[in-house]
């Protein structure tokens, strides 16, 4: 695998989506057609004879036995061609040579720079998330921090932020994956893994649910390098700012446009039932702060839908622990019960205090005895 050229995603990282989107029940028959058809072109282009077995036996392509034949000659004789190197070495070279290079290969190894086996970890973690083997991944992270605690430059050091980032948002921890995002906004140079349109589009997705509002805006409404390109990316810039302008209206119509890229997202689809609980756990959460009591029309009003559809929507929530109000069924209305801080303080320091004073009770009575 050669490294990507910048803003130039890796060949097999696009492959990965486009077979991502061959098996996505949202893409219709006629484009699944296309898809396919480059899918195809590309596997045979490169001789990924293996490959190809495994997507025909998966009946995601299907199986030509001549193209397949092909392929696996073309592989047979490049085998042949490096067999017949190394007997020609052992043959020409002499027994002791060989093993000379040998050793001389395993102290390259030990020698060569930090930033050549930097590359390396980078190549192993791009085929980590072509498969989404997490485990590889994360074992190249480690890996990659290790080796920085020999040296290491700092361009390396920022993209490997980007990949870590993009295992953590894989892996549901959208906390550090924010973090990690934001710290790599003015120095992103990972084209490998994405273009930086698709990189903000992860950061403003995974900063909404994770930053609090003043946060937010500091980091990402407000944010320059964020500014430039949000526009490009369809619902976003309207997704965000309807959020923190409190245009729920606006806010629920932009929504239904994210979650058509977010289910279209090889990263993000297996979230996206979570992703849509925890933005909407937001919303309903910012709206209700600005209340000590509300109509449960008032708020339906507020968001666009019908007051069935946000009393069931608030329901579910509140049984989930995710708000903290009631509803009152009768009169039709909300009712905050925020947890005080102060408040939540001082009956966790009750509750402390008495199991210590049972302990010492109970040590009390060992002595006794």
């Known amino acids: ?20 989107l061959l098996t996505h029940s949202d893409i219709d028959d006629i484009e699944k057609v296309r898809i396919r058809d480059e899918v195809t072109s590309a596997v045979v282009a490169d001789d990924k004879a293996p490959l190809y077995e495994i997507l025909t036996a998966s009946s995601v392509l299907k199986l030509d036995q001549k193209v397949l034949d092909s392929m696996r000659a073309k592989i047979e004789v490049e085998l042949k061609k490096l067999d017949e190197k190394i007997a020609d070495a052992e043959e020409n070279l002499g027994e002791s040579e060989v093993k000379a290079l040998e050793q001389l290969k395993v102290t390259e190894s030990k020698t060569v720079a930090v ?30 921090k290790n080796l920085f605690e020999e040296g290491g430059d700092w361009e390396r050091k920022n993209r490997l932020k980007v990949y870590e980032g993009l295992y953590c948002m894989s892996t549901r921890n959208f906390n550090k ?39 937010l805006t500091q ?17 976003l810039s309207e997704f965000i700012n309807s ?45 209700l702060e600005s209340y000590k009591s509300v109509t449960v029309e008032a708020m339906a009003k507020a968001f666009g839908v019908t007051v069935d559809f946000i009393d069931l929507e608030l329901s579910r929530f509140i049984a989930a ?3 903290y109000c009631k509803i009152d069924k009768v009169a039709g209305v909300l009712e905050t019960n925020r947890p005080d801080a102060k408040n939540a303080l001082y009956q966790a320091t009750i509750k ?18």
């Open 1 to 20: 695998m050669d490294a990507g050229t910048e803003g130039a995603q890796q060949p097999h990282l696009l492959l990965a989506n486009k077979l991502f």
């Open 177 to 215: 994956a924010t973090d990690l995002f934001l710290d790599s906004i003015s120095t992103f140079t990972t084209y490998e893994l994405f273009p930086y349109d698709t990189f903000i589009f992860y950061t403003v997705l995974a900063s909404i649910i994770s930053l609090d509002r003043v946060s």
């Open 115 to 144: 930033d050549q086996r930097m590359d390396l970890v980078f190549y192993a973690l791009q085929l980590g998330f072509f498969h989404m083997d997490f485990d590889l991944i994360s074992r190249s992270i480690d890996k990659a």
């Open 243 to 287: 959020l923190y302008e409190c245009r729920y209206k606006s806010f629920f119509s932009a929504f239904a446009g994210i979650t058509e890229h977010i289910k279209l997202d090889r990263y993000l689809y297996p979230h996206f039932r979570y992703y849509m609980r925890e933005i909407r756990t937001v919303v309903y959460s910012q709206f």
């Open 352 to 369: 402390q205090g008495d199991f210590l004073l049972n302990r010492i009770q109970k040590l009390s009575r060992v002595i006794d005895l």
């Open 321 to 323: 622990n995710k708000l």
């Open 219 to 235: 980091k990402v409404v407000d944010a320059p390098e964020i500014l430039t390109v949000i526009g490009k990316i369809p619902h």
